[in-house]
């Protein structure tokens, strides 16, 4: 007797294999829909150092099956449930496969099917935790195991078709074994998660919801990028029957805010229960107003009644960086010998910087070796400034007065970042001067309308002001990546330009950048996302 453990992350040959043994009648698939790996990749370096990759071949499980973007469907399909403090997890996730990959192959027909003969949702202790790669496997805290060893040596059917006609009855009380579980878990958490009685009347779920967000434990209505914050919804039974496992379910275009789950279970009528969620919003997002839709079940796992919650994120202070540079000494550059780079950095910005980073990028080849082009600067605060050093050695080959590298001064933890290009000259005093003078990208102002960042409407405008203590160079707008406006200025044309725009607003998130170029070639950024309801 033999069984397959799958799940949506067993791809390629491991699914090809699943696939051939649950095809032949060999063995019984347990688990989870997988990966839908079905094509081989091979690849090919070409002469000019570029490279391609061509797909070569295509997977058959068992000779016939074609698992492209489709998978193996396992005979049981497997779904653990979490319920604890901090996380709730009653529903299945979308997991991310071969059939979301932009451009991978799509499959036009399908014989596999891509629903499962029988279905066992189970408890999973959220006390588990991953096991070391060389660890020793625990049977007892492996479910899916559990079950597989149950299966083979309790209810042991020499074919597939035998094993699948037996298990059906098994299955139905493992069921009910786990449904025990489920509401044990949520009896600790002060939640009845109890079953209407067999005769109990029945009717359309009528309830009432509101919502509110906490940041320790004060109420807001908007938050910070990086800002860890609660949500908490009330629902009140206004019908005449008791509602049971009453459950909220987030819907977000943002993955950290889909699919979060506030558990309210038994609601009598007239009768209120609250639930809460913790949201961590990314340090590093855009101003934006996020709608979040929740969608409420109940114990028939029906949708019914929704939610709708704006959540207004802004992006925390930035930092921003003004440099100079020069040599160590003022002696001048010379072939094969240590060359010290002086770099003078400013926070000129009003938040701080975490994990400030200097990097030089060689773009010379051989002919410049950086011994040392990488300085942690670490953390900058509003106005604080900094010295770092960086080393280079040009061989006997360069051309120092051609040469350049590129700098970057950036900030990981906010996304900030400056990049620059330095050019060199044999002749030191010649260009002492002008590497000790202060590089700082543009200031961007930008004024929005009175609703930032929603709008019903199909047009958007919004207007600024690009400014440099030389003169701007050119000005570029995207609309969801798509460049809208486009603007190179005359020298003569001064050191701050308007500029105002109405643009064409597509259904769902619209993410607008301003970019603002000086004659340095440094660059500064504005982003935000606009929403249109669909």
Do not use: C
Request: overall charge negative; aromatic content about 6%.
């Amino acid at each position: 007797p033999l069984a397959v453990i799958v799940n949506e992350g067993s791809a390629s040959a491991s699914e090809i294999l699943a696939g051939a043994l649950q095809a032949h009648g060999r063995a019984i698939v347990l688990g989870n829909q997988t990966f839908g790996k079905g094509t081989v990749q091979t690849l090919y370096d070409l002469k000019d150092g570029s490279a391609l990759k061509l797909t070569i071949a295509k997977y058959l499980a068992a000779g016939t099956e074609d698992v492209q973007a489709t998978g193996i469907t396992p005979n049981v399909l497997m779904t653990p449930l979490k319920v604890s403090a901090e996380r709730i997890d009653l529903v299945a996730n979308k997991a991310h496969r071969e059939n979301d990959l932009e451009h991978g192959f799509k499959k036009k027909n399908s014989s596999n099917s891509t629903e499962a003969q029988f279905k066992l949702p189970y408890f999973k202790e959220s006390k588990e935790t991953e096991e070391n790669v060389s660890g020793t496997v625990k049977i007892e805290h492996d479910y899916p195991v559990t079950l597989a060893t149950r299966l083979l040596v309790a209810e042991a059917q020499p074919t597939l078709a035998a094993q699948l006609n037996t298990i059906e009855k098994l299955l139905t009380d493992l069921q009910a074994e786990q449904d025990t579980h489920i509401v044990a878990a949520f009896k600790n958490q002060k939640i009845d998660w109890s079953l209407p009685a067999a005769n109990s009347a029945t009717g359309p779920a009528k309830i009432e919801s509101n919502y509110w967000l906490t940041i320790d434990d004060k109420k807001v209505t908007q938050a910070t990028a990086g800002e860890e914050m609660f949500l908490h919804v009330q629902v009140k039974n206004v019908g005449e029957q008791a509602l049971h496992r009453i459950l909220g379910i987030t819907s977000s275009k943002n993955p950290l805010l889909n699919d979060l789950e506030l558990a309210f279970g038994k609601i009598n009528p007239g009768e209120t229960q609250t639930a809460k969620v913790k949201i961590t919003l990314p340090a590093i997002a855009s101003n934006q107003q996020v709608p979040i839709e929740m969608s409420f079940q109940d114990h028939s796992q029906k949708s019914f009644s929704e939610l709708i919650i704006p959540l207004e994120i802004h992006e925390p202070a930035q930092p921003r960086f003004q440099y100079s540079w020069h040599l160590s000494n003022n002696q001048p550059l010379k072939h094969d010998e240590d060359i010290d780079l002086i770099f003078s950095i400013k926070n000129i910005g009003e938040g701080a910087a975490e994990k400030a980073v200097l990097n030089l990028s060689n773009k010379e080849g051989s002919h410049i070796f950086l011994k040392k082009g990488r300085v942690d600067i670490k953390a900058l605060a509003p106005g604080a400034s900094i010295e770092a050093k960086a080393t280079v050695r040009f061989n006997g080959e360069s051309d120092i007065n051609s040469s350049r590298l590129n700098v970057s001064i950036e900030d990981p933890e906010t996304g900030y970042a400056l990049r620059d290009t330095l050019s060199f000259n044999s002749d030191l005093k010649a260009l002492s001067p002008a590497q000790r003078e202060k590089q700082m990208a543009p200031t961007l102002a930008v004024q929005l309308p009175e609703r930032p960042y929603w709008s019903e409407a199909k047009k958007y405008s919004f207007s600024g002001t690009a400014t440099d203590d030389d003169r701007i160079k050119e000005i570029y707008i995207f609309s969801n990546y798509n460049k809208v406006y486009y603007r190179a200025m005359k020298p003569t044309e001064g050191k701050n330009v308007p500029f105002n725009l109405e643009i064409t607003l597509e259904d769902g998130p619209n993410r607008i950048t301003v970019l603002a170029k000086d004659a340095q070639n440094l660059v500064s950024r504005e982003r935000w996302i606009v929403w249109k309801p669909e």
